[in-house]
């Protein structure tokens, strides 16, 4: 079996931007003292910016400054699955 990796190539903000309206909700990932950590997120854009909004039940822990990870995929919203 062979896995063709294809080529990973940066994208520039602007078509960040766009991929991100398309999007509803995303993941954010980040270390802390506990570990890797991974959560979803509501994501919107305001102006050129992304706002994320965690859920009452959320135990976000990354802070400002901090490196973190985003990444958003489409939701099957009859499987909840994505």
Known sequence: MTVDHGIVEPLGAAESLALVLTAEL?????T??????VEPFA??????A????AG????ARATA???VAF???EIDPVHRSG
């Open 26 to 30: 995303g993941r954010l990932a980040f």
């Open 32 to 37: 802390d003292e506990r570990g890797p950590t």
């Open 43 to 48: 994501v919107a854009v305001e102006d050129t």
């Open 50 to 53: 992304i706002v994320l909004a």
């Open 56 to 59: 009452p039940h959320s135990g």
């Open 65 to 67: 400054g901090q490196t």
């Open 71 to 73: 990444e958003v995929d």
